[in-house]
């Protein structure tokens, strides 16, 4: 196969041989081969943009990276495609804030990319993009002249037409997704809603799993949920149950059950609805005050967004408040953590909760309901809380599926958790598990390149 340039704001180059990296570093694992390069951003400011890209070897790949100026990181990221395209692409239209000088650094920052890109590709790479960052990223490699297969994944939902035409540049995205020969969504739905656009916004004729654009330009649209390395995160979480932090949690507990939620701070996660839902979950079930444990993990991001700081306000003071409301001496219903915790710890945590509450009010996947599936004992699993908005709705189905806005349907799954009987939460674990492990990382690279190919393939013949 032609060498893979892999695209992505941000590059995670492995540090030593046992980093053990979340997300799309561990999900491109395994076709990240020898030869293989991964372009973005460096993670830095500097005073000047980057004329090259440092380059640096881990284990047969190449990473090359760029810095990004103050200026440019204000517009291109904060401003536009975190003011901008995220809030809109979770339904949050009145979080939109679009200004045209984000916009402008948007796309500086695509072309900036593409140009030092340029100087790196060779004729027949096939290249990967991902996210909402660098949309317009394959319409200037094009322009540029680049000829070889491109491919773009989008990690978050997409929106219906209705909610697209709000952003006052939203045809423009559609027009450059369309660049792409292959463009893959998490789900049907956003599948569906992204054809929609092409349609309805652009004037383009959807055959099937193919969008032909007025100007003849064909774009295949597939749909590739995103999964984990399962039964490397199953081990690791058999490790880890001997890890210092989880024993000495696990011993913390005397006999109460766990309850445990993971997510980046961001208003898309539904974290001051779950804390609501707990709290009804208390007054409604009194028979698991004392009983249980809610942990809440939540690593602080995108503190420069005014909404995360405001969101952290917020949580602060709903945990104040429940807390206050319903503590004990001896026992503490929330534990709230805004600090990361180490990977391994996180996969221990998970083996000995008996609910995993996962109630976004929008995301793409959610890999944290995959993760706490291969964690579980299979012998004494704990019960999945999932929120019908995640993409892992769609493939997890014997999860107890709630509707996140409603408070008193979490209360109520949660209750329903913390009383389910054994056989029953094996049942729906084995079944859990069977998928998770179906659906991993692996299937999900092999199923884009794959489509990448096949596509080129096409377009030779
Ligand atoms: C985007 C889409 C889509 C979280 N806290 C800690 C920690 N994490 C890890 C989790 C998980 C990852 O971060 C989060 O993944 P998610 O899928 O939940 O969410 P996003 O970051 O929003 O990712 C999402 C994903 O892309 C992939 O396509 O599923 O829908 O929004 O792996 O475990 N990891 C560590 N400490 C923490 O405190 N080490």
Redesign the pocket.
């Known amino acids: 196969m032609a060498r893979l340039v892999i695209v992505s704001n941000r590059v995670p180059i492995p540090k030593s041989r046992v980093t053990q990296a ?3 570093a561990v999900a491109l694992r395994d076709i990240l081969v020898p030869g293989s390069m991964w372009f973005g951003w460096s993670g830095r400011i500097a005073g000047e943009p980057s004329a090259t890209a440092s380059l640096v070897e881990a284990r047969g790949v190449t990473y090359a990276t760029v810095d990004l100026t103050e200026e440019q990181h204000r517009g291109f990221y904060t401003g536009f495609a975190n003011g901008a395209l995220w809030p809109l692409l979770h339904f949050r239209l009145g979080l939109l804030r679009f200004r045209r000088e984000d916009y402008e650094a948007y796309l500086d920052v695509n072309a900036a990319f593409a140009s030092t890109m340029a100087g790196l590709l060779q004729g027949d790479d096939t290249v990967w993009v991902h996210d909402y960052h660098l949309i317009p990223l394959g319409s200037v490699l094009r322009r540029g002249g680049f000829s070889g297969p491109l491919g773009f994944f989008l ?2 939902p997409f929106v219906p037409p209705s909610m697209m035409q709000a952003l006052p540049v939203g045809r423009e995205m559609i027009d450059d997704l369309c660049h792409y020969d292959v463009v893959g969504f ?1 789900t049907e739905e956003h599948a569906r809603d992204f054809r929609d656009c092409a349609q309805r916004m652009l004037g383009a004729t959807v055959r099937g799993e193919s969008v032909q654009t007025r100007d003849g330009r064909t774009v295949r649209v597939i749909v590739d949920p ?1 999964g984990i390395d399962a039964d490397a995160f199953t081990h690791m979480a058999e490790r880890a149950s001997r890890d210092k932090t989880v024993t000495r949690l696990a011993e913390s507990l005397v006999d109460r059950a766990l309850a445990i939620g ?3 701070m ?1 208003y898309s996660k539904g974290l001051p609805h779950r804390f609501e839902a707990y709290a009804r979950l208390l007054e409604r079930f009194p028979e698991h005050r004392r009983k249980v444990h809610l942990l809440q ?1 939540c ?1 602080r991001s995108r503190e420069e967004v005014d909404e995360y700081r405001r969101l952290r306000a917020e949580l602060d003071q709903l945990s104040g408040r429940i807390n206050g409301r319903y503590s004990e001496f001896d026992w503490t219903p929330l534990r709230y953590s805004t600090r ?4 391994t710890t ?1 996969a221990g945590l998970y083996r000995i909760a008996r609910v995993g509450v996962v109630t976004p009010l929008r ?6 309901a995959k ?1 706490f599936v291969a964690a579980q004992r299979d012998e004494d699993p704990g019960v999945l809380i999932l929120s019908q908005f995640a ?1 892992a709705a769609h493939e997890l189905t014997e999860a107890l599926i709630v509707n996140p806005f409603d408070a008193d349907a979490i209360a109520e799954a949660m209750h329903q958790a913390l009383s389910m009987p054994l056989a029953e939460r094996r049942e729906r674990h084995a079944r859990l598990k069977a998928k998770v492990r179906s659906t991993n990382a692996q299937a999900y690279c092999q199923r884009f390149v794959d489509a990448l190919a096949a596509t080129a393939a096409t377009q030779a013949a």
């Open positions: 979340g997300g799309l990690h978050v998490q995103i993971v997510d980046r961001d993990i690593p990361a915790a180490p990977r996180l995301d793409g996947m959610n890999l944290v993760e993409g």
